[in-house]
């Protein structure tokens, strides 16, 4: 039998931190008198922390030099990892462990490719580090999503070509990415917003049956 990969995003995809992101970042641009909605999120999903913090601070018109925009940045993250920080197991969303064991029994490499340097924690608080047979490490990857290299670097890892690996995202930057790497795109959350994806599931219930066993 072929060989076959499914990489994973995180946020918002095996757990709900995309909604800890949020907050974490509403409070700060509300701290900068900056607006800050849902439609702001849904943009910043898969984007990562810098590039996420220079979007909210292009909605004001002060201009911040490199040291206090690191500032910030801590300063999200320092809220963010107190939000994540009462995470347990009973977080994995619904669909998530079932994905998981069918992968395991039939044989499929299992990869990560989050945008977030949180990520390696957030695996831990969900006891499902050693699910997974290769992490990508976002800080060794200087282009983020929608760039394709974070689901490459996985597949090469794998050494498997992208026809074989299935990429499973909420982002539409992560769609996008998934595309860009040539890969099958799981999109999980609204159709419209992940119009790119090859299948969209209203949450990862249903993998197995409606994406992992069909490919
Ligand atoms: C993921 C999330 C983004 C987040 C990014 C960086 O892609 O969807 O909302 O900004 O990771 O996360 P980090 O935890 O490193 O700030
Ligand atoms: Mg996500």
């Given at each position: 039998?072929?060989?076959k ?57 002060t201009?911040y ?8 940045a ?24 079932e ?93 419209d ?21 069909p490919?």
């Open positions: 039998m072929v060989q990969a499914c990489i994973f995003d995180l946020d918002g995809v095996i757990t709900d931190t995309a909604h800890y992101h949020f907050l974490a970042w509403q409070r700060l641009a509300h701290s900068l008198g900056l607006p800050f909605d849902e439609d702001d999120n849904h943009r910043l999903k898969g984007v990562g922390r810098m590039e996420s913090l220079d979007y909210i601070l292009a909605k004001g018109t201009a030099s490199m040291d206090e925009r690191l500032a910030l801590q300063q999200k993250n320092e809220d963010y990892k107190t939000l994540i920080g009462g995470i347990t197991p009973a977080d994995i969303l619904p669909g998530i462990v994905a998981l064991d069918w992968l395991k029994a039939n044989n499929w490499r299992i990869g990560l490719a989050s945008a977030s340097r949180n990520a390696p924690q957030v695996l831990a608080s969900l006891e499902i580090t050693g699910a997974f047979d290769y992490v990508a490490d976002a800080g060794a990857i200087p282009k983020g999503k929608p760039a394709p290299d974070i689901f490459l670097d996985v597949a090469r890892a794998f050494g498997l070509p992208s026809s074989q690996c299935l990429g499973v995202e909420d982002a539409a930057s992560g769609v996008a990415a998934i595309k860009a790497a040539d890969m099958f795109a799981a999109g999980i959350g609204d159709a917003i992940l119009a790119q994806a090859d299948i969209v599931l209203p949450s990862p219930e249903g993998l197995v049956e409606k994406v992992l066993k490919f």
